[in-house]
């Protein structure tokens, strides 16, 4: 690996301190944070960005790059990890983004009591990122000439997973796209149901897909985005109901996790198993897009799927 | 119409076959959990008197230490039942000799006629589902199926349903929908099966269309919790204008164990996570979850599963009356309210401009 590394590095031109390039090991997630900068260092003559690896061909990214590509990986395609109001950014029109609920925060219903107290874990998330309440950011916004409600969730807050906020905030989205006769998209990214708000979070399944069929009635249009990973609790309700559901390349998606399916079943899993192509394949998925064409497909459906409603 | 004996509608299970509700007990008896071992010494002394009069004590008859150990019998269930830990309700919940769907349609409702097929792809028998009668009522019933014995719980897959079987009910569901039958649905299932099949068949897609297409069922539709409340397995046909749930049965977003695998990097932590997941029929009564608590006979519903029935049976005809008398329109939005209002946040009060 070492080799590989100074290859790469003899590429760039900048002078770079070695002590703060190359990353990281890899961690066992595909994303690398970036290491923490001590103030000493963080000084003008330090280089602007950091390296990230990539974990699929294994090249060096300089972070900016990285950013400007919306987190793909500008050699491979990878899909690296991306955080709501980035995404959201990336899709909508300047400006036009409105966000609703945008102070909502989790309560802890149960008084959960474990390993970790709930309170305690969403005072650490919360500190983590100050622009996360938790792990949706939804809104009214325009993607190309469409007025839509959007819903994008994002993994780093409590593994994207879904508790009553998550519920609460999407069945609103939902409801205002219904109220205003307009589409609903939802870019999922999750774990699955939060543990720690027990039924309560199960039934936001029931709730976001009941609203989901006041919105279908109106004969609006729902498109879900699933992107790596969606499992469980959001791909048995929101995340697999829409009129259109289209994957990110390569995402992992499912409804339970691949070591449970092997610790169950015995046996072996079949190549590819639960990837966007793989779920193509087998017929879930309507297409896979890239995010880099997300914006520009998304209006091409739109356009589509509205053309009825407008000349009525 | 007079159903047929035997009619291929209900497999010959083993348990079917029993005459009657006593043969029943006296099998039950002979599985109990950790919790109950002291009922069942008590038990066993009583059948040793019974079977020996000669060895009772000398101070007192014999008819009156029969008299005192059954009523030792009855002290130490109470003693054990109405303390009992999350962990032990979800232990019950599982009782191998627990009734199950099968057994509710059997002592519960009447003229049950199977019908089978997603029209699709199979026929999963983890589901069972078709016309039956609850008291006078037509309804369709669906429901999960475990098996008893290890040939039968193959054929069930433990109770745990294929995408196939969430289709079904979905098709019997729309069946009941279109000719105006009101929709019982019979939870018991440790969740929906974690395979590579039920993947490549879009289990997660299945569940998810029955939340939402069950919302917009116009027929009146209850659902109740009988024993394991799986998870998204369970909630697959649990979306109902009312829910209830049998007093020992659990319904839980996540097994016990699953949770305590996660967060406790320790499976044997399971008792901890069921008391924290707050999944008990009285937990969720509390937290206005469910419904309706139906009331279990002491000792659980294996130890008298026609009273349980009967008690089922009841609570059903009970809600289905109250439903039915309500116009169906307020019926749907009240069906949405009652799910839409599911959860707790905290709101900042928005800054004033």
């Not at chain 1, 301190?17 to 990281?24: E, F, G, K």
């Not at chain 2, 590579?196 to 297409?213: K, Q, T």
């Not at chain 2, 009146?220 to 998204?232: F, K, L, Q, R, T």
């Not at chain 2, 399971?270 to 139906?294: F, M």
């Amino acid at each position: 690996m070492a080799t590989k590394v100074l290859k790469r590095k003899s590429v760039v031109t900048d002078p770079v301190d070695p002590a703060v390039t190359p990353p990281p090991t890899p961690s066992e997630t595909t994303f690398l944070t970036k290491p923490k900068l001590s103030s000493k260092s963080r000084k003008r003559d330090m280089p602007e960005g950091l390296w990230t690896k990539c974990p699929k061909c294994e090249g060096l990214i300089y972070d900016k790059e990285l950013d400007d590509n919306l987190k793909v990986c500008p050699k491979c395609g990878h899909h690296f990890p991306i955080g709501a109001r980035e995404r959201i950014h990336s899709l909508v029109e300047t400006c036009s983004f409105e966000e609703i609920d945008a102070q909502m925060e989790s309560v802890d219903v149960l008084k959960f009591t474990g390993a970790a107290s709930y309170e305690a874990k969403l005072a650490a998330y919360r500190k983590k990122s100050s622009l996360l309440k938790d792990a949706v950011v939804t809104g009214i916004g325009k993607i190309g000439d469409h007025r839509v409600a959007l819903g994008v969730m994002d993994f780093a807050f409590l593994g994207g997973s879904m508790g009553s906020v998550v519920g609460e905030k999407l069945t609103r989205l939902i409801e205002a796209g219904t109220d205003r006769g307009i589409p609903v998209i939802i870019i999922s990214t999750s774990g699955g149901a939060r543990m720690y708000e027990g039924m309560f979070s199960l039934m936001q399944m029931a709730k976001t897909c009941g609203a989901l069929a006041y919105h279908a009635k109106q004969k609006l249009p729902y498109i879900s985005v699933l992107t790596n990973p969606t499992y469980a609790g959001v791909i048995a309700s929101f995340a697999t109901v829409g009129d259109l559901i289209i994957a990110e390349p390569e995402a992992m998606i499912g409804f339970a996790g691949p070591r449970v399916i092997k610790d169950t079943t015995q046996a072996e899993l079949p190549d590819g198993f639960q990837t966007s192509e793989f779920l193509q394949k087998h017929g879930l998925i309507d297409t896979i897009v890239s995010r880099k064409e997300m914006k520009e497909r998304l209006i091409y459906f739109l356009d589509f799927m509205g053309a009825g409603r407008k000349a009525a | 119409m007079k159903r047929p004996e035997n009619a291929n509608c209900v497999r010959p299970l083993p348990f079917s076959r029993l005459a009657g509700v006593s043969k029943f007990v006296a099998a039950a008896m002979k599985h109990y959990l950790e919790f109950e071992k002291p009922i069942v010494e008590l038990q066993k002394k009583l059948e040793e008197l019974k079977l020996h009069p000669e060895q009772h004590s000398l101070g007192i008859s014999w008819e009156e230490e029969i008299r005192l150990l059954e009523r030792k019998i009855e002290d130490a269930r109470r003693i054990i039942f109405t303390n009992l830990t999350p962990w032990q309700r979800v232990q019950l919940a599982r009782h191998p000799k627990r009734p199950y769907s099968l057994d509710y349609l059997r002592l519960a409702f009447s003229e049950f006629e199977e019908l089978h097929g997603d029209r699709m792809y199979s026929d999963d028998r983890a589901f069972v589902g078709g016309f039956a009668k609850l008291g006078d009522q037509k309804v369709v019933v669906i429901g999960t199926q475990k098996g008893r014995e290890t040939k039968e719980n193959i054929l069930r897959n433990f109770g745990s349903g294929h995408p196939e079987g969430y289709r079904k009910a979905l098709r019997l569901m729309k069946l009941a929908d279109k000719f105006g039958l009101p929709i019982i649905t019979l939870i018991d299932t440790a969740g929906a099966y974690p395979g590579v099949g039920s993947e490549e068949r879009h289990i997660g897609e299945a569940i998810a269309v029955n939340l939402r297409e069950m919302m917009l069922l116009e027929v009146p539709i209850i659902a109740a919790v009988i024993g394991e409340g799986g998870s998204g397995g369970a909630l697959g046909i649990g979306v109902a204008d009312r829910v209830l749930i049998l007093e020992n049965a659990y319904y839980s977003v996540i097994s016990p164990e699953g949770c305590a695998a996660i967060l406790w990097k320790d499976r044997s932590a399971s008792p901890k996570a069921a008391e924290a997941l707050k999944i008990t029929a009285n937990h969720l009564r509390e937290l206005k979850l469910v419904d309706d608590v139906v009331a279990e006979p002491l000792g659980g519903a294996h130890n008298d599963p026609a009273a349980t029935a009967a008690s089922l049976g009841s609570a059903l005809l009970r809600h289905l009356s109250e439903l039915q008398s309500a116009p169906t329109a307020d019926r749907l939005r009240a069906r949405y309210g009652k799910f839409r209002a599911f959860g707790h946040v905290r709101e900042p009060a928005a800054v004033a401009a």
